[in-house]
């Protein structure tokens, strides 16, 4: 921990505990980096990347992207968390572990978080042609794309929620609400 | 004539494998290109099965989420409803009471012995190989029939609450199990001497589909498939969770890390669970299924990863908490969708047919990776 503040001084946010568990939090401009020191370094070795993921937080604009790494030598869990806004990409970490390609593409397929040099980024349990990102938290649970399913089933779902042309990048996009 | 230079390699052949193959085990497309029977590249297309069940977390109470579960992992549904059930304990501070605990743990194992039983049989047919498939439902249908007597479904079983467990054993369960338990090592015994030295068997699985150890971490292989590389991993004896650490048991692990060495290690883990439950049906202590706890359930504000060494590898779940009724985030690491990535790996360089053994040997369930 001490190694990792001491060379990304200028990247680390803090470092807590919550029940029996380490949480680092870092910036996100050098994430590859500190991926690979984490990965690296004889102190902390991270090899297993155990699981990538994300929690929107409407509320700040923002994505907090989780990395749940493992260290098997020292038989060790640590969550590295770092924040981007909406509209930022990320630097991808599948460089450093090959696992972090299919858990990018989900995290991509869910939120829509643009990775930045990533092998492959597209879509991969939804449809390519699909709009919208379900795991968000304006995407309402009965949410679908209406004009997909009736093109490609065609028939007519009867969703009252439908996402239309709006895209997330679009400023004037609103939530459809009860 | 001189063949004209084309940017496509004239030979090369795309075929789609599935969605509706038998071999695939459920609705996985694999487009493979192929030379001639030689695979040159493979590419999964999956979500065929997806059906937001993190999503559903979000919105269900903490409670009402766990049936849902059930619906991922649908051959290890008790071990889903095991990693999220303790995952809130953890969350809240609650311990279940060690009665529920010696059940979670019998059940949970036993359901690992049906998950590798259904393996094994559709791993074998899909090799060639009918009889095995026959000899592992006889045996699985005794430990479904167990739960069903326990708690009325054989499938999405639902047993575990949070806090503990629903039901009370019902009269004459050890004696059930025991018997079971004490028959299963020879009926493994069984299975192997119709395939271990068997020519076709070997023919079809050795130095097939090799993955290295450090190969497979990089690619976040976890289960049998991981310790059929020779690492030596097993959740419940790196971070024992329920009882574990109060009981012995062996963890198998292979050489190769070939398809055959990932069959061995899944025999010897049947065996080792036989044990684990052989020593815990003797020892059910009397007391409370259910540890105190309040009609709603509200975590405090944090999050939590907690995983549990699945049938098919780690089983992680991350829940974010802001202290309401429901998860703010529900996210499930699921230990199919992460090892079939390395799908393509295993495959290029191979023929056709031994796609199909490595699809099996990945012991892959669809309802898991799509969610």
Redesign the interface.
Known sequence: MDALKEKFSTQFVKAYSFIGQNNIEVKKALIAEIMTFMRDNPITPCNYLADETAVHWPKDEEFEIVYILYSFSKNEYVKVKTRIKEWETIESVASVWTTADWLEREVYDMFGVRYANHPNLKRILLPEDWVGFPLRKDYNVRLQDVEWVRKHLGIDSGQKYYVGEARHEDPNYITPTD | MAQAETLFDASELTVSMGPQHPSTHGVLQVKLKLDGERVLDAECV??YL?R?V???G??QTYGQFVPTLDRMDYIAAVSNCLGYCETIE??L?VTAPPRAQYIRLIMTELNRITSHLLWLGTHAIDLGAITTFLYCFREREEILKIFENYCGARLTTHMFRIGGTQYELYEGFQDQVRKFIQDFPKKVDEYETLLTENRIWLDRTKDVGIISGKDA????LTGPSLRGSG?Q?DLRK??PYCIYSEFDFDIPVGEVGDTYDRYLVRMEEMRQSARIVSQAIDKIPDGPIMAKMSKIIKPPV????H?IESPKG?L?Y?I?SDGSTAA??A?V?PPS??NL?SLKKMVVGHMVADVVAVIGTLDIVLGEI??
């Open positions: 999956i979500g997806h937001g993190e999503k559903l979000e919105v953890k969350l501070g971490i990089d690619m976040g690492v991993w790196a971070k944090g999050d939590i990863y995983s780690e992680g991350y974010v703010y985030r996210r690491r969708y992460v990535q799509d969610r």
